[in-house]
Structure formats: C-alpha cells, structure tokens
C-alpha cells in the first residue's frame, strides 16, 4: 500500500486529494497545525481514513517528526496562506509560510531521505500568481515570472528552491503550477464562492447585495477535483517536472456574476453589486491564462469540467447549504 503525507490537509485541496488517494488505496497523512484546529472536525467527517499528524511548515523539526511517523512515498505539500490579498497585509508571515515553508518541507525530505534522494516523490503546490504581470499569452511553463504581491514571490521562491532541490540532490520534486481552480469547498474570501454564497443568499431573501473590488479581472478558472488528479500524475511520472495546469480559457469578474446570477434566474444583476475600493489590491494581476499543453502530452490530463458547469455546481451547492442553515 502507498503511502502519502499531505500539507494543507484542512483546505480545499487537501480533502480532494486525499479522497483521490484514498480511493487509489493509499495510506494517507495529513499534517494539521495548531493545538485545536477548528477544522479538525470537518477532515475527520469528510474523510475519516486519513491519519492526521500535527505540525507546522515554520517547524522543520514537525515535518521530520512527520515524516518519520509517515513514511511516505510521496509528499505533497499543498499548505501555504494563500489568499492573495491577505498576503500584503502580512507580508513576512506569508513569506514564511509559504515561502521558506517549502524550503523547510524540501530540507526535511532531504534529510529523511539521505541513503537515497528518490525514495520519496515531492510535489509543490506552485501557482499562476507567479505570471502576475503576465510576460506572454497564454502562460506556459517557459513564461518569465513576474509576481505581483508578497504571495505571489513566495510563491516564486518555493518553485526555485524545489527545482534547485532536484537538480542540487537529485531528488524527484515536481512543481504544479496550477491556475485558479474552485470548487463548493472553496474558502468564502475567494471571488468564485464569495459570489455563489452571496448569489444563493439572495436568491434566498438573505441578503442584498455583494460588496465587491475589480470586475474586470480575468481567470483561467477549473474545478479543484480534475486539478487534484493533475498533482498525482505528475509524481508517477519517471522523472520530475514543472508543468502549468489550466483549462486554457479565461473569464472576466463580470462573466462569473453573469454565469452565477444566471443559474438562480437573475439576468441582471448591476442592482445587486456593489464596488468598493476596500477589495481592491495594491497591485493586481490583470490576465491569467494557462497553456495546458505539456500536462495533456505528458501526464495524459485534460479538465473535465467546464467554467459554466462550474459555477452553476457552486450556486447549487451554496443553495443547498444556506437552506440547510435557515431550517
Ligand atoms: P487553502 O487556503 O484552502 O488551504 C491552505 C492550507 O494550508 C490549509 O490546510 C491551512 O491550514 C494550511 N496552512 C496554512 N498555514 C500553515 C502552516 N503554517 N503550517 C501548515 N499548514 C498551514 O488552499 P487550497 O487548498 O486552495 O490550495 C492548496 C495549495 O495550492 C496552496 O499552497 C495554494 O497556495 C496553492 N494553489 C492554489 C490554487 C487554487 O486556485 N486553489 C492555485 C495555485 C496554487 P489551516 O486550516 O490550519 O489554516
Ligand atoms: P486569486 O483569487 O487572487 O486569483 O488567487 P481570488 O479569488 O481571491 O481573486 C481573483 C480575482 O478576483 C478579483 N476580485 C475579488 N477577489 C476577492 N477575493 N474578493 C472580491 O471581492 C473581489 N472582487 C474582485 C481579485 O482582485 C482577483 O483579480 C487564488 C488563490 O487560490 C491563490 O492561492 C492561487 O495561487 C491563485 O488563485 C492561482
């Protein structure tokens, strides 16, 4: 039986993964930080076979301690703080989290590993943010990088380290860098389920209005369950890579309000949406659109879900919730 060790197990793509693991028959870990992880519940509901281990990305002594009790095969290390806006405002600790954080996970797998350097597989959760002000179009691996907020050049940083990791001691780390990708289990501070939450809301007389920042954005979104199995593939490969995994269409800020107002019968929604300078960022990062070439050639992938279907699956899922909540 394989064995994994997922960070950022609480998040969204934590729980897919691990369902996808899980349903490959992996033995899977998860590593949880704090001493009472408000979140520790709903892992253990949602998936109840993974063996959850505490620990922290700033405590190289937790993820050798992890590691050693796991005994992976294969390390994913989805955790960071990862909401973008968030990421000036605390600028060092996200540098910390999500930047040296990668550097601390690739350093305890060294020293875990040291009689042989391949013996476990590394998979870094890097991300479209680090195009920012995007040098071509579409984004493919070769793109110059040109990170646009403090997680944005984390982020850079830890996709470098994990290349220097494979080249410096041969080990098998791969980097995904993965578009936005969504799904019903989404954190509420992203556009694509703040909109769906707020649509289901007042769909439901429960609320009037969005407070919103730029509608003029552009995304290349997908859905986080097809990008999940993206990750897997990519440590079955012979040799590690980089790879950009992406649906290869983009859609503005005001094309998801359309799609999302649409799916509860609302056409428009100008009434319903309000903008605020308060969400807007210090610099923001206009254009993401991924070439998903190499996955499709290499690791046979390819999105199954589309952008419509989607958010439609979103609206639906918050609809659901929020009639739940009001019973
Ligand atoms: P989430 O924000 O949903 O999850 C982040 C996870 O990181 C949570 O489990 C969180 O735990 C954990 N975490 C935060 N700080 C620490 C820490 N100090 N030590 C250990 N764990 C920590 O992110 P997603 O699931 O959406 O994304 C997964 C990864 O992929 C992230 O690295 C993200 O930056 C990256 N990414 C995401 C994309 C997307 O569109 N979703 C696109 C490209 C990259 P806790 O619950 O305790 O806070
Ligand atoms: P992003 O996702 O920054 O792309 O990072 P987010 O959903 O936060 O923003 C997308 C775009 O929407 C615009 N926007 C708003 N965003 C939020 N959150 N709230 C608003 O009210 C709002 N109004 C407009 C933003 O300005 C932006 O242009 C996500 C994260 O998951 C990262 O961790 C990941 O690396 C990238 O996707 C790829």
């Known amino acids: 039986m394989p064995r994994a060790l997922i960070t950022g197990i609480t998040g969204q793509d934590g729980l897919y993964l691990s369902e996808l693991l899980l349903a490959k028959g992996y033995e899977v870990y998860g590593l949880i930080r704090g001493q009472n992880n408000p979140k520790y519940e709903l892992v253990q509901r949602t998936v109840p076979d993974v063996k959850l281990l505490t620990g922290d990305l700033t405590d190289l002594s937790s993820l050798l301690r992890a590691l050693e009790v796991s005994q992976p095969d294969e390390v994913y290390n989805l955790g960071a703080i990862s909401f973008v806006a968030y990421s000036w405002e605390n600028a060092m600790l996200t540098s910390d989290v999500t930047g040296k954080g990668v550097l601390n996970v690739l350093e305890a797998v060294r020293l875990y590993s040291k009689d042989d350097p391949t013996k476990v597989r590394f998979y870094q959760a890097s991300s479209s943010e680090m195009f920012g002000k995007v040098q071509e179009v579409p984004?493919?691996?070769?793109?110059?990088?040109?990170?646009?907020?403090?997680?944005?050049?984390?982020?850079?940083?830890?996709?470098?380290?994990?290349?220097?990791?494979?080249?410096?001691?041969?080990?098998?780390?791969?980097?995904?860098?993965?578009?936005?990708?969504?799904?019903?289990?989404?954190?509420?501070?992203?556009?694509?389920?703040?909109?769906?939450?707020?649509?289901?809301?007042?769909?439901?007389?429960?609320?009037?209005?969005?407070?919103?920042?730029?509608?003029?954005?552009?995304?290349?979104?997908?859905?986080?369950?097809?990008?999940?199995?993206?990750?897997?593939?990519?440590?079955?490969?012979?040799?590690?890579?980089?790879?950009?995994?992406?649906?290869?269409?983009?859609?503005?800020?005001?094309?998801?309000?359309?799609?999302?107002?649409?799916?509860?019968?609302?056409?428009?929604?100008?009434?319903?949406?309000?903008?605020?300078?308060?969400?807007?960022?210090?610099?923001?990062?206009?254009?993401?659109?991924?070439?998903?070439?190499?996955?499709?050639?290499?690791?046979?992938?390819?999105?199954?879900?589309?952008?419509?279907?989607?958010?439609?699956?979103?609206?639906?899922?918050?609809?659901?919730?929020?009639?739940?909540?009001?019973?």
């Open 139 to 327: 984004q493919r691996e070769s793109t110059l990088l040109w990170p646009r907020s403090p997680y944005g050049v984390a982020k850079v940083f830890g996709h470098y380290m994990t290349i220097n990791y494979r080249e410096s001691y041969g080990m098998h780390a791969s980097s995904g860098i993965l578009f936005n990708h969504e799904s019903p289990r989404r954190g509420p501070e992203f556009v694509t389920r703040k909109v769906s939450q707020a649509v289901a809301r007042i769909k439901l007389g429960l609320q009037d209005e969005i407070v919103m920042g730029n509608l003029d954005a552009k995304r290349d979104w997908g859905f986080a369950g097809d990008y999940v199995e993206a990750m897997w593939r990519m440590l079955q490969q012979d040799t590690a890579d980089d790879y950009v995994v992406a649906t290869g269409e983009t859609h503005s800020i005001k094309e998801l309000l359309d799609v999302a107002f649409g799916a509860v019968g609302i056409e428009d929604w100008s009434g319903y949406v309000r903008q605020d300078p308060r969400f807007m960022r210090p610099a923001e990062v206009e254009l993401l659109i991924g070439d998903p070439e190499k996955a499709r050639t290499v690791l046979g992938w390819e999105p199954k879900v589309g952008f419509s279907e989607l958010v439609a699956m979103m609206v639906e899922s918050d609809l659901a919730e929020q009639r739940a909540a009001g019973r």
